[in-house]
């Protein structure tokens, strides 16, 4: 069982950037794969990126290739999402998940999700 609590989220400008948190709880972090998604109002939960659980693999949405960078600190059970390039697309609330079954992609494959928070980018 794991607890995520994100933090980090507000309102900048086109452009700019913002660092995400997801703090988890729980002894088994480190055995976790981690990862972000999104979901503006009227859409769908969409992916956004992924970590393994060790750390050496990462996953990208297409959308976030090159602006978006995910880490993770075992000491901290901490993944953080740095966004760069902040577009008034990237607007949504993000949500922190971990340890999918199956697909990285699909968010009803993941069974622990923070509460979210929101990312406002104005134009």
């Known amino acids: 069982q794991v607890q995520l609590v994100e933090s980090g989220g507000g309102l900048v400008q086109a452009g700019g950037s913002l660092r995400l948190s997801c703090a988890a709880s729980?002894?088994?972090?480190?055995?976790?794969?981690m990862g972000w998604f999104r979901q503006a109002p009227g859409k769908e939960r969409e992916f956004v990126v992924a970590?393994?659980?060790?750390?050496?693999?990462?996953y990208y949405a297409d959308s976030v290739k090159g602006r978006f960078t995910i880490s993770r600190d075992y000491a901290k059970s901490t993944v953080y999402l740095q966004m760069k390039s902040l577009k008034p697309e990237d607007a949504a609330v993000y949500y922190c998940?971990?340890?999918?079954?199956?697909?990285?992609?699909?968010?009803?494959?993941?069974?622990?999700w923070g509460q979210g928070t929101q990312v406002t980018v104005s134009s």
């Open positions: 970590i393994s659980w060790a750390g050496g693999n990462t």
């Open positions: 998940a971990a340890d999918p079954r199956g697909s990285y992609y699909r968010p009803d494959e993941w069974n622990y």
């Open positions: 729980g002894r088994t972090f480190g055995t976790y794969t």
